[in-house]
């Protein structure tokens, strides 16, 4: 979640430097970067989970059990 804000604060200050961070622009830029990052960290890690475990990678450790 982290690199979302900060992304998008980069984004502000150098790529649309017109924008203020509470500017429309800025606050719907700032929700979008947050749930993007929710979205690829949480999902993209739990796929990224099963697919090792179906591999058999995990299954010397108990969360692959």
């Known amino acids: 979640m982290t690199v979302g804000v900060v992304y998008n604060f980069y984004l502000l200050l150098f790529y649309y430097q017109a924008f203020s961070f509470f500017s429309p622009r800025g606050l719907i830029g700032t929700a979008c970067e947050l749930l ?30």
């Open 36 to 65: 993007s990052a929710a979205v690829f960290a949480g999902f993209g890690s739990w796929g990224l989970y099963r697919a090792l475990a179906k591999s058999g990678v995990l299954a010397r450790f108990s969360s692959g059990q």
